[in-house]
């Protein structure tokens, strides 16, 4: 059964190498949008050497570090979902012995290894030749690093499975998209470290599970955070990852219930 499984995930891996143009446009997208956020802080450590404990090297880092996750992330999964339920496509794969939501999950792990060799290894290549980006805070916390990525993976997966089921209760998915996005975008990290934020506002943004998508992962990185922290939030993300995928699970299953297939 695993084997199905495989199957999709390689399948989402070689669909996507027909768009190597893309993937150009992509990196010189980003980089162009990396210049920008890299001369905007540039003005703004020309009053202060170090900030809320970062210093310039170390900001840079976090952005290029923040860019790179976004693009792994990437899922257009999410978004096929959601048209397949819109047009009533879904109704053909629930048709068939498998688990839906696992299906999904491969296809994003196919996508994301395909995002990681054709772009993301460039693009930490060239930035890091660019911008000379801080080495990670220690071998231990290079681990730790890699395991937070892993798993704020999972919680981003989870995350994008849960919007594209809630499409059973819409026609129109622009809305979840954009808002999904939004929080996504601020509540994640992805602009600015949160410690960065209002104690209340960054009180709030770690009790939501966006934070184990970028910030925990590179607050490790950078060694920003005790040891004891680093347990903390490993341990916050990994229940977080798992409650997500169990309100998706739940959601999926009062969706389809909305599902009526009509004919023999």
């Not at 994008?160 to 998209?177: Q, S």
């Not at 470290?193 to 607050?219: R, V």
């Not at 999926?252 to 023999?264: A, E, S």
Request: charged content about 10%; glycine content about 6%.
């Amino acid at each position: 059964m695993m084997d199905v499984y495989v199957e999709f995930a390689k399948k989402s891996f070689q669909r996507l190498l027909a768009y190597r143009m893309s993937m150009v446009f992509r990196l010189c997208g980003f980089l162009v949008s990396l210049f920008v956020v890299y001369y905007l802080w540039k003005a703004i450590f020309t009053t202060s050497s170090v900030i809320e404990g970062y210093s310039f090297k170390m900001m840079i880092t976090y952005l290029i570090l923040s860019f790179a996750i976004n693009a792994l992330y990437d899922l257009p999964a999410e978004h096929e979902l959601a048209d397949k339920i819109i047009q009533g496509e879904i109704a053909m794969d629930l048709t068939k012995p498998i688990d839906l939501q696992r299906i999904f999950f491969a296809q994003s792990v196919g996508i994301s290894i395909n995002q990681l060799i054709t772009y993301n290894i460039a693009f930490l290549i060239v930035t890091a030749f660019l911008f000379k980006i801080e080495p990670p805070c220690s071998m231990i916390g290079f681990v730790f690093f890699i395991i937070s990525l892993l798993v704020g993976f999972i919680i981003m997966t989870a995350i994008g499975f849960i919007t594209g089921t809630i499409c059973f209760w819409t026609r129109d998915a622009w809305g979840i998209f954009f808002v999904k996005t939004a929080l996504l975008i601020f509540f994640s990290g992805a602009l600015i470290p949160l410690h960065f934020l209002p104690k209340w506002l960054e009180n709030i943004a770690m009790i939501l599970p966006f934070h184990g998508i970028i910030y925990t992962p590179i607050s490790i990185y950078l060694g920003t955070i005790s040891d004891y922290g680093v347990i903390n939030l490993l341990l916050n993300q990994t229940i977080g990852a798992i409650l997500l995928i169990s309100l998706g699970k739940m959601l999926w299953y009062v969706g389809i219930k909305k599902v009526v297939i009509q004919g023999g």
